[in-house]
Structures are given as structure tokens and as C-alpha cells.
């Protein structure tokens, strides 16, 4: 079978998926109707966002066998994916060329418009997927760990109502994913960003009936629109420049040489780059943007490892790395990106130190290992960033359903003060975590040391690497070690805090939540192995295939790095195991210092005292939500809107009613006029007539008898007077 | 006949059988007005497969004297943009009157009749190529539009139908007085009197009567899109106009303006289009329009109200796409102006659903909706999602080709609109929040009935159409992109060439790409 003219055909299956779920979900799973009608009920008694029936005791529930299908079909949709994926990529590093376009038709077509040179040129943009190395490294993570999660969630969501409309947002959140991974171009992309945005929202507010799930989908969407808006001036930016948003036009166009690159100051390809990374800020939770992240938490835990982890908000990092023709010429807005990154990795992690809630912990390390990808994208090392986007996908992904599990253990239960001695009660869900938390902390040997260790060397020694920034990486990494730790050690060791009815509840998953961990925590182990430091090279260059398969993409880049390192020289091998030596110390001292706080029994958070002054800011997260909600949500948005309100009221529409009233006034003056004016004129004639007739009138009575009188009396007058004449 | 005479008269032939139907066959009469509906969308079919998309000029075109002293005639023919423009006016038609069929009570008769006439006039409008005739249509939508509001309006009825009335009209005996300028300079240039839109596009005008006669146009079409700041009459017509008035005011009343614009002020005043100042104050209240009604969305409390407000934010980018004076400008309004229809049409029909079942359009009336609606909720869910522009719907296709226009003439244009998409996605979202998430507070929303088969039927166009629009909206660019090339080339003659690079862009390339479609194929 040929997959790579099939690669339409995986976000697909993902779609045929949710259609079949949401058309005829109902129907398989008629359990689901009561998931709206019973949804307040159970949410009165679950604070925490598995807002199932724990508390309605296990087994009681009955489940039609129909809702098996369910399960079946929607991991099944993802698995079909994945095997088509594997095999694309398969063939994909058969061919010379490692690149290969599928189009299937022509989405919006253009009309002519002027570039910015002048030039006539038509704006088109297809439904036309591209498979080559950095995309087919993202269909493997989205499918691979997606369909895991999938599984995961069979087992995790059992309890829940509105099973079907569960697995139909996730199945269309994968194909959206898909899409925006394999487009061709930036207006399809966008088009997979924001229907990513929309499940993300959709699942966020799951819960519907929650208040606080509405208000964190809400808030989701809306953050994300403003990166979005700079998103699409970016575009148009591109457009103009390039004359094409197609990928490899458009990289052709940069790299023809009739660009250079913006060394001498902010110029429009710098603008270009910076409005492109404002819609990055927004999908991977970047500085300013970020504060959507934290509580994309009330949606259901698997959500939380596949979308707001693992895949989703990494698509601006993919989007970053995918335009790294752009930011090669951009060095000055490359620095923004890796500022941004650093003070957002340093900015989150430091929330992370005191927070209570499993969850937020983990929801405000993904922001900060976000940004340690930025460091690495803004520093030039495109492929680290990658990497580490892969290696952190399974750790990260681990730590989630890790969560996940440990909620389910404790009957909804977040709040981390709360729990403690989990270890042996839930030893399986205990050693994967393990393994999770070790790889993150950047112990050697597992993923995330392979992947955040060569950002910290990159970000100190790359031509567009800064010193300052490197410590600061150095100081994130010492505290994400610490927070991971906190986390463990608050969860599984030390004295059981909880109380007695969900101590007795305290129970192992089931496999299907146990077996995708477990997966995950063996690609937490060896995924790192395709990319060992160059300094390894006791090690085949086969332990470095990551970087190889990547090249074709960043070749530019890959090719100055190279001669920028053998400019380095080898002198510099004694610092490169240096600094290793001291991230891993680094990392050591501070799990040890999170053993010396929690490893003992303890009633006040030790953090609290550790923290002094700070802890209260840290717990209230810098009041950034705070700062936030007072300057823009009611000030300028709500307050704006109420003022422009009335000012439509009183004045826009008071100028209507205005020219009406003043219509009114006018006609009832002119009436005026008309009746004593004009009209009195007419009557003031006809009452002089009256005066001056009133003799005259005596004598017109209207008696004919009168008149008859008088004529007579006239006419003997008359003869009268003949006679006597 | 020709087939656009006979989509043109068939309503007022439907409404001459609808009279002789006796009052109180009631079912008879409401079955009637549907197949009326229906037949007058058939009528569209010849039109639709009949046209010559290689062809920018009118077709099926038909002429006849009307009163030929004066130089009036029976002149009408249809070009890609009235195509869509009466093609929508057909749906809307139908999902109206299908609407209308449990909401309207009493007066059935007339009620029913006032759509068809309703709809007479808005054809007309579109296929008019004489400017008496289209000034005669124009204010024959008035009339039915005025009883609607009036007759079969919420409380405030009589204030909103008479500020309907007497605003629009005022506008348009302003924009008479352009018409009669135009006729008199022909009459003194040319000694022949017409008001044929293909005659007049001979005059040739000194720019100062240009420019006149283009303010005088100006405000009749501005009231009726309405931009900014004649739009006060538009939320009242709005909220008080029953379901189906408010659904044929947003969906195609309002697009009497923009087509005026892209009809007549372009074509025919060519310099006073492309002046400066004038592109300048139309562009300045247009990206007005766009962030004022968005923001003025965000403190409605009453439900019809804030739809009302979002069709000034929308129609907002209709005339800055206009104004762009470019062919993805002028092509995104039209395809917008289809789009507002649709996704506004479907808000308007949203809130009919739930005022036919509460009898009040207060926000904080309802909540928590989905529990006992989830199929409203969904359809519900799909209106706003199409009105927010999100891509594979329909909106985005036209905002986006709007704003790359609006980029194209100037940075900042674009640049000022985006937020307007921002704003919108916030109040349309807390509408949806405020109304259908959430719990059930109101005891009075507890047992409100899902939607019925026949409002399923009356969303299904809207819904269908939508998707189609967004997934695939090549045939749409295909229809009116001729018609839109004549309108650029009329106004800014040479578009269609290379030109010199701007100065302001000093740091772009010299040697460019030609075309934007490399790859593989």
C-alpha cells in the first residue's frame, strides 16, 4: 500500500470517528441522557473535576453493552491512525527527497491581489497535507500518544455521563490536530488551530454545568482569539511579502537570498515573525498569554495530558519551527522568543512551588517546559525544541494520566494536602509516576535529560544563545526538580491524610488506565536515546538519529550549527561535561531538598515558612488574573462596553429621537401658526365681515312671511306714492 | 418570461392566490405560504445553472418600456453578485415563513401576505437595472416591513416601526436627489432622458458633483446597512419585528445597503469612490462600526438586542471590505454578506425558538438550557461558532478574505479590524455561556420542550449551507469573480497589472514571485 498518498486519509479516521459519536452516540450509549439530567446533582457533591459518581460506589452502575462499542471505536478510529502514520513515515525515509505533498482540492481560491513589491499574484489555499520529517514526527507523537490516552480515558470516564460525547470531542480534537500538523500551508493550519481551540473549549467546559468550566472554556477561546488575531496579521504579512502562504513556496521565497536577514534592526520580516509568535504566545501558553492554561484544569484529566500537555499547546512550537526559514532572518525577534520563554519557564515554575492542587502543579510545569522549548526554538536549535516537545509529549502525558489515577484512587480528590502514603495502596500508578518525575527532573538516562540538557548547552553555547538566559534554565530546572518532588512526596509518602471514607475507597485503576501507563513510562525511559549529546560520542551516531531525520527541515540551521561548533572547538568538551555535571547536581540537590521538607510527617505546608512574604503572592499566582481581570475583562471590555452603551443610547440614538422630538416641535409651532396666524388671518376676515354685516343682518331673518311683508309694504308704498304723485 | 421575470413575479403571483384563500382556512393559508416559499426558491434553479460565470456582465437580461417620456424603464438582468444576493433572499424566504408557522396567531392572511410582498421588493432591488425601477422596489420593501414590525411586533411595536420607516425613508429621498442629478447631467450631456445604469456609466462628472451625488447615495445606503452612526433604528426594528421580520431584515434587508454601495456608488462615481477623504471617512466609521458594536454587544441584557448590536459589528467589515477597493476586499464583503445572513439569521431564529416557548428576550431569564434542550444547544452552538469566523464554517471564509483585503489597501485597517473577531468570539460566547451552560436557576426553564422536527427543518438550510460555504467555497469566489474584476477595473483602472514597489516598503525584494501557486500539484 502506498500511505504516503494516503496521508489524507489519518485526521480522517479520527473524523469519521466523532461523526459517528456525535450522530449516533446517543444511541450506543443511552446511559448518556441522564449525563445532563444527573450532572448537578453529582457536581453539588464532587468539587474536584471528576465530576462522575465515584461516590456512587463501584459495580453499580450498568453500562449496555453498546457503550463497549464505544470504547471500541474511538481508540480504534486513533489506532488506524497511528498504523497509517507508521506507515508513511516508513516510506517517508525510503525516499531521497523527504518531503511529500497530497493535495486534495483547492479550498478558498484566490482572487489577485498586490504583493508588496507590486507584483499581481493570486492568494490560494488548498486542502493539502505535507508529510516531511517535522510533520511525520508529530503525527507519530499525536497518534501515538493520543491513542493511548484514548484507552486510558475508556477506563477513567466509565463512571461518567455523556460517555459518547466524550470520546466524539476527543476523536475531533485529533483530527483537528492532525490537520494542523500535516497542513500545507498556513490558512489550513489555522484552520486545524482553531478547531483545536474549539475542542479544547468543548472539553474544558465538559461540565458543563459547572460555572467555573464555562468560565475556563471562555476564557480559553478568548485568550487563544488574541493570539489568534496576530496569528492572522502574520499571515497576511506573509502573504504580502512571499506572495504565497504555502510552506515550501513560501520557504523557497526566504531562502532564495532575496531576503537577508534583519541584522541591522526591527524590519518587516522581524514583524512578520513577531505577529506569528503573538499567536504562538496564545495556543502554547506563553507570556502574556498563558494564563488560559491553569485553568483548563477543570476539564476531565485526560483531556488535560492530551490537549493542554502533550499535543495541543505544543502546536505553536511545531508552528515556530515550521516557519524557521522566517526566524533565521529574524535575530532580533528570535531573542524575544527565547526571552519570552525563559521569563515564562522561570515565572511558572516559580507558581508551581507552593501550589496544592495535583493538577495546577502540573498544568503550570507544562507552561514552563513550554517555554524551555521556546529557549531552545529562539536560540536557533529548531530540532531541540522538537525534541524536547517529543520527549516531554510522554512525560508529561505520564504525569497527567499519573494524576488522573491517583484523583480516581481518592474519589475526586485534588488538593495534595490531602492525600500522602499512596505508595504502596497504588503501586502501580506510584512507579510510573516515579519514572515521570525522574525524567523531568533530568536525572541521566531518561528522556527529558537528553532533551533539556542539550537546551541548556544550545541556549549557552548557539550564536543566538545568551548567557543570562542559560541561568536562567539552570535556576527553572532546579525548581521544576523541586515541584515534581514536592508533588511526589506529598502524594505518596509521608503520613495518609485523608479522611476515613476515602481512605477505605483507596483502590489501583483498572488495566486500561494501568497498561497506557505503563506504556508511557517505558517511553519516558528510552525515548531520549535518538538523541544523546554529540559529546557522547562513545555512542554510534545512530543514538543521534533525531537530529538527522530533522535536518532536511532545518538544514540551514543545522548547517550553521555545525560550523558554529566546530568554530567552538573541542576545548570546549571539558565545559560541555561541566555544565552537565552541575544541571544533573543541580537537579539531585533539589529532589534531595524536597525529600529533607516532605519525606516526614508534617501538618503546615513546609514551603509556607520556606517562602516566608512570597508564599501568599506564589499561591495567588502573581495576581496576574487578578491584574488581568481588573485592566481588560472590566475595564476595558466590560466598562468600555457599557459606556459605549449608553453613549449609543443618550447620544447616537438621543440625535434620532432628538430630530424626531425637534419634528414633533416644529410641526406643533407650525400648527400654532397655522391656527392663530394663518388661519386667524382667514377668521379675523370673516369676523370683520360679521361686525360690518350685523346691521344688515338684522334685517336678513330668513322668514319668507317677513320678506313678504316687507314687499308688500314696498310695493303700497310705491303705489302710494304713484298716486299721490 | 424569461426565467428572472418569472423569479422575480412569481411571489406577487403566490400572493394573488393567497388572497383568494378565505380567511379562516388557517392551515390552508399557512401551507400555501410555504409552497409559495418553496416554489420561489425553484425559480432560482434556472437562474443558478443558467449563468455564464465567464461572463461578468448582466445576464437574463430583459427590457420594456414603462413610461417612456421620462425615459423609465422595465429593465432588469442579474450579474454573480445579485445572483447570490437573490439566491439568498429565496432561502430566507423559506426558512421565514416556515418559522412563522406555530409563532403568528392571528391575522394569518395578511401576515403571510406581507412576506411575499416583503419578498417581491428585495428581488427587485437585486435584478433592477433601472434606477427608478430599483428607487420603486427599494421603497416597496418599506411598506410590508413597517406592518410587520408594526402589526405583528413585540410591546414597543409602533416606536420601532415608525422610526424604521421614517429614518430609511428619509435616507432614501436623499439618495433620490443623487439619482435626479445623475439623470440631469445625462439629459444635459447626452439630450436623451435614462435612468439605465449602463447609460449613466457614460457621464462623465467633474469631481466636485462626483462627489455630492456620492454623499447623497451615501446615506441612503448607510442608514440602510447601517453603518455607524446611523444605526439606531436597527435595534429596535430588530428586537421588536417578529422572528421571521428580524430574520429577513438581518439576512437581507441590511444587504440592500452594501449592494447599493458595490452597484451603484462604485461603478458610477468611479473618482469620488477612490478620493481620499472619502475612502478615508467611509473605511474610519466602517472600522467604527466593527469595534463599537462589538463592544456595545457586551452590555446588552436583552437577548434580540445583542444579535441586533453584532449585525453593526459584522456589517462593519461588509463595507471595509468594500471600501478596500480590491478584488479579495470586494469579494469578502459579498461572500460576508451572504455569510452575516446565514449565521445572523440562524441567532435570530435561535431566540424566536426560546421566545416562542418564555415570552421574554432577557438574558438573565434563561441558563443552564442545555439540560433541557441539548438539540437546541447544538444548533444554538453551530450560529455562533458561524458567526464567530471560526474556519470550516462559513464566516471565516469571508472575514478572512475581508481583512486580506483590508490589508492589501492599508496595514492598519486590518490591523484595527482584528480585534473586532476577538470581541466577537467574547460576547458571542458569553451569550452562549449565560444561556445554555450552566445550571437551571429558573424554575420557569425546567420543562421547556427540545427543538421539534418542523425548527430542525427551518435550521437545516442555514446549518447546510454554512458548512458548504466554509468547507468549500471555491464556487461562490467563481460566481462574482468577473463581476468583481469589472467593479475594481471601473474604479482603479490598471489593478489588474504589476506595479512599482511601494516606497514604504523599501526593505522588501526586488525580484518577486509572480504567482503564489508553486508545488506539487
Same mark, same amino acid.
Given at each position: 500500500m502506498n500511505f504516503l498518498d494516503l496521508i489524507w486519509l489519518i485526521p480522517l479516521f479520527p473524523l469519521a470517528g466523532a461523526a459517528t459519536m456525535l450522530l449516533i452516540g446517543r444511541k450506543l450509549d443511552p446511559q448518556g441522557h441522564s449525563d445532563v439530567a444527573l450532572a448537578p446533582a453529582l457536581a453539588a457533591e464532587h468539587g =474536584?473535576?471528576?465530576? =462522575?459518581?465515584?461516590?456512587?460506589?463501584?459495580?453499580e452502575h450498568h453500562h449496555p453493552a453498546t457503550r463497549r462499542l464505544i470504547a471500541f471505536i474511538s481508540p480504534g478510529a486513533i489506532l488506524l491512525s497511528l498504523l497509517f502514520s507508521l506507515g508513511a513515515v516508513a516510506q517517508l525515509a525510503s525516499l531521497a527527497k523527504k518531503s511529500h505533498e497530497v493535495i486534495l482540492y483547492t479550498w478558498i481560491t484566490g482572487l489577485p491581489f498586490h504583493t508588496a513589491t507590486g507584483a499581481l499574484s493570486t492568494f490560494t489555499a488548498d486542502w493539502g497535507f505535507l508529510l516531511d520529517p517535522l510533520s511525520s514526527v508529530m503525527i507519530l507523537v499525536v497518534t501515538f500518544v493520543g491513542f493511548l490516552i484514548h484507552v486510558y480515558a475508556t477506563g477513567y470516564m466509565a463512571h461518567d455521563g455523556g460517555y459518547y460525547r466524550f470520546f466524539g470531542y476527543l476523536n475531533l480534537f485529533v483530527f483537528f490536530m492532525l490537520t494542523l500538523v500535516l497542513a500545507n500551508n498556513y490558512a489550513l493550519l489555522f484552520a486545524g488551530w482553531e478547531g483545536v481551540g474549539l475542542c479544547s473549549y468543548l472539553l474544558i467546559g465538559f461540565y458543563f454545568h459547572k460555572k467555573s468550566a464555562g468560565d475556563a472554556g471562555n476564557k480559553a477561546f478568548i485568550v487563544n482569539r488574541i493570539g489568534d488575531a496576530g496569528f492572522l496579521l502574520g499571515m497576511f504579512l506573509l502573504l504580502s511579502l512571499t506572495g504565497s502562504i504555502q510552506f515550501t513556496r513560501v520557504n523557497e521565497v526566504l531562502n532564495s537570498g532575496v531576503f537577508h536577514a534583519e541584522t541591522a534592526g526591527f524590519g518587516i520580516l522581524s514583524l512578520t515573525a513577531l505577529f506569528l509568535f503573538i499567536g504562538a504566545t496564545g495556543k502554547s501558553a506563553q507570556v502574556p498569554l498563558y494564563v488560559w492554561l491553569p485553568d483548563?484544569?477543570? =476539564?476531565p484529566t485526560p483531556v488535560s495530558a492530551l490537549i493542554h500537555a502533550a499535543t495541543m499547546v505544543t502546536a505553536g512550537v511545531y508552528m515556530v519551527a515550521r516557519s524557521n526559514a522566517l526566524y533565521s532572518l529574524t535575530p532580533e525577534t528570535s531573542a524575544i522568543v527565547m526571552g519570552v520563554g525563559a521569563f515564562t519557564a522561570i515565572l511558572s515554575a516559580s507558581i508551581a512551588?507552593?501550589?496544592?492542587?495535583i493538577k495546577r502543579v502540573l498544568a503550570y510545569s507544562t507552561v514552563s517546559q513550554l517555554g524551555y522549548m521556546f529557549m531552545a526554538a529562539g536560540a536557533g536549535a529548531y530540532w531541540v525544541a522538537v525534541f524536547h516537545l517529543y520527549t516531554h509529549a510522554f512525560f508529561k502525558a505520564l504525569l497527567f494520566l499519573g494524576s488522573g489515577s491517583v484523583i480516581h484512587a481518592m474519589s475526586g480528590e485534588q488538593d495534595m494536602r490531602h492525600m500522602g502514603a499512596l505508595k504502596d495502596k497504588i503501586p502501580t500508578t506510584f512507579k510510573t509516576m516515579f519514572v515521570g518525575s525522574v525524567a523531568i527532573a533530568g536525572i541521566p538516562g531518561l528522556a527529558g535529560f537528553f532533551s533539556k540538557d542539550e537546551i541548556l548547552w544550545q541556549v549557552f553555547s548557539a550564536p543566538g544563545g545568551s548567557k543570562a538566559v542559560y541561568i536562567v534554565g539552570l535556576i527553572t530546572a532546579a525548581m521544576t526538580a523541586f515541584y515534581m518532588w514536592r508533588l511526589m512526596f506529598m502524594t505518596f509518602y509521608g503520613e495518609p491524610r485523608m479522611d476515613e471514607a476515602t481512605a477505605k475507597h483507596i483502590h489501583e485503576s483498572p488495566a486500561s488506565m494501568t497498561v497506557p501507563l505503563t506504556i508511557l513510562a517505558a517511553g519516558s525511559i528510552l525515548a531520549g536515546w535518538i538523541g544523546v549529546?554529540?559529546?557522547?560520542?562513545?555512542?554510534?551516531?545512530?543514538?543521534?538519529?533525531f537530529e538527522h531525520w530533522l535536518e532536511p527541515v532545518f538544514m540551514r540551521h543545522a548547517a550553521e550549527a555545525a560550523h558554529g561548533a566546530h568554530d567552538a572547538g573541542h576545548g570546549d568538551a571539558a565545559l560541555e561535561w561541566g555544565l552537565m555535571g552541575l544541571s544533573v547536581a543541580i537537579a539531585i540537590g533539589a529532589i534531595l531538598f524536597a525529600r529533607s521538607l516532605y519525606g516526614k510527617a508534617w501538618k503546615v505546608d513546609p514551603i509556607e515558612a520556606l517562602t516566608g512574604p512570597m508564599h501568599k503572592t506564589l499561591l495567588n499566582k502573581w495576581y496576574v488574573d487578578e491584574i488581568y481581570n481588573y485592566l481588560f475583562v472590566d475595564g476595558l471590555v466590560k466598562g468600555g462596553g457599557t459606556l459605549l452603551g449608553r453613549f449609543d443610547r443618550r447620544v447616537v440614538d438621543g440625535g434620532v429621537n432628538g430630530a424626531g422630538w425637534l419634528t414633533r416641535f416644529t410641526s406643533t409651532l407650525s400648527m400654532w401658526w397655522d391656527r392663530w396666524i394663518i388661519d386667524g388671518a382667514v377668521r379675523l376676515a370673516a369676523l370683520l365681515a360679521q361686525i360690518f354685516s350685523f346691521p344688515v343682518r338684522l334685517i336678513q331673518t330668513g322668514q319668507v312671511q317677513a320678506y313678504a311683508l316687507v314687499f308688500l309694504l314696498g310695493v303700497g308704498l310705491f303705489l302710494g306714492w304713484r298716486w299721490m304723485a | 418570461m424569461s426565467p428572472l421575470s418569472l423569479a422575480l413575479w412569481t411571489p406577487l403571483a403566490c400572493l394573488f392566490v393567497l388572497l383568494a384563500l378565505p380567511s379562516s382556512q388557517k392551515t390552508a393559508i399557512k401551507l400555501w405560504a410555504n409552497i409559495s416559499a418553496v416554489l420561489g426558491l425553484l425559480t432560482m434553479l434556472p437562474l443558478i445553472t443558467g449563468y455564464d460565470r465567464s461572463n461578468g456582465g448582466f445576464q437574463f437580461v430583459e427590457r420594456a418600456e414603462w413610461i417612456p417620456s421620462l425615459g423609465i424603464q422595465y429593465y432588469i438582468g442579474i450579474d454573480g453578485i445579485s445572483l447570490l444576493l437573490m439566491v439568498l433572499t429565496a432561502v430566507t424566504a423559506v426558512v421565514a415563513t416556515l418559522s412563522s408557522w406555530e409563532a403568528i396567531q392571528d391575522r394569518l392572511k395578511q401576515y403571510y401576505a406581507m412576506l411575499l410582498l416583503l419578498q417581491v421588493g428585495m428581488l427587485g432591488v437585486f435584478a433592477s437595472l433601472d434606477f427608478i425601477l430599483f428607487y420603486v422596489f427599494w421603497e416597496l420593501v418599506l411598506v410590508p416591513m413597517y406592518f410587520l414590525i408594526g402589526v405583528w411586533?413585540?410591546?414597543r411595536k409602533l416606536y420601532a416601526a415608525i422610526k424604521f420607516f421614517l429614518y430609511t425613508l428619509a435616507g432614501s429621498v436623499l439618495m433620490l436627489l443623487g439619482i435626479l442629478t445623475l439623470y440631469s447631467q445625462h439629459w444635459t450631456q447626452f439630450g436623451t432622458p435614462t435612468f439605465e445604469i449602463d447609460a449613466l456609466l457614460r457621464l462623465t462628472m467633474p469631481f466636485w458633483m462626483q462627489q455630492w451625488v456620492f454623499w447623497a447615495l451615501f446615506i441612503g445606503f448607510a442608514i440602510k446597512v447601517p453603518m455607524f452612526p446611523f444605526h439606531t433604528w436597527l435595534p429596535d426594528a430588530h428586537t421588536e419585528a417578529p422572528t421571521a421580520g428580524s430574520v429577513i431584515l438581518a439576512a437581507v434587508l441590511l444587504k440592500m445597503g452594501t449592494y447599493g454601495f458595490l452597484r451603484f456608488s462604485l461603478p458610477l462615481l468611479p473618482q469620488a469612490s477612490m478620493d481620499r477623504t472619502i475612502v478615508q471617512v467611509v473605511v474610519g466609521l466602517s472600522l467604527i462600526g466593527i469595534l463599537y458594536g462589538a463592544l456595545v454587544c457586551l452590555m446588552q441584557q436583552d437577548w434580540k438586542r445583542l444579535v441586533a448590536y453584532s449585525s453593526v459589528s459584522h456589517l462593519g467589515f461588509c463595507t471595509l471590505g468594500i471600501f478596500s477597493l480590491n478584488p479579495n476586499g470586494i469579494a469578502g464583503s459579498v461572500i460576508q454578506q451572504l455569510n452575516h445572513g446565514i449565521s445572523t439569521g440562524m441567532l435570530f431564529l435561535i431566540v424566536g425558538v426560546v421566545y416562542e416557548r418564555r415570552h421574554t428576550r432577557e438574558?438573565?431569564?434563561?441558563?443552564?438550557?442545555a439540560h433541557r434542550m441539548p438539540l437546541f444547544a447544538t444548533v444554538f452552538a453551530f450560529a455562533v461558532l458561524s458567526s464567530a469566523g471560526l474556519p470550516l464554517l462559513n464566516g471565516f471564509v469571508g472575514e478572512f478574505t475581508i481583512l486580506q483585503g483590508a490589508f492589501e489597501a492599508n496595514r492598519w485597517w486590518a490591523a484595527m479590524a482584528v480585534p473586532g473577531v476577538v470581541i466577537g468570539a467574547a460576547y458571542l460566547l458569553w451569550l452562549y455561556q449565560r444561556t445554555t451552560l450552566g445550571q437551571i436557576t429558573n424554575a420557569k426553564n425546567n420543562h421547556l420542550a427540545d427543538l421539534s422536527w418542523r425548527e430542525l427543518a427551518v435550521f437545516a438550510p442555514f446549518i447546510l449551507w454554512a458548512f458548504s460555504i466554509g468547507l468549500y467555497p471555491k464556487p461562490y469566489f467563481e460566481i462574482i469573480e468577473r463581476p468583481v474584476a469589472r467593479i475594481v477595473e471601473r474604479v482603479r483602472p490598471g489593478y489588474y497589472q504589476d506595479r512599482p514597489p511601494s516606497p514604504a516598503l523599501a526593505q522588501a525584494p526586488h525580484a518577486a514571485p509572480h504567482t503564489a501557486q508553486g508545488g506539487a500539484r
Open positions: =474536584g473535576d471528576h465530576g =462522575g459518581g465515584h461516590a456512587h460506589a463501584h459495580g483548563a484544569m477543570e =476539564g512551588l507552593v501550589q496544592n492542587d549529546p554529540k559529546l557522547w560520542s562513545f555512542l554510534p551516531e545512530s543514538f543521534r538519529t | 411586533g413585540g410591546p438574558i438573565s431569564e434563561y441558563g443552564g438550557l
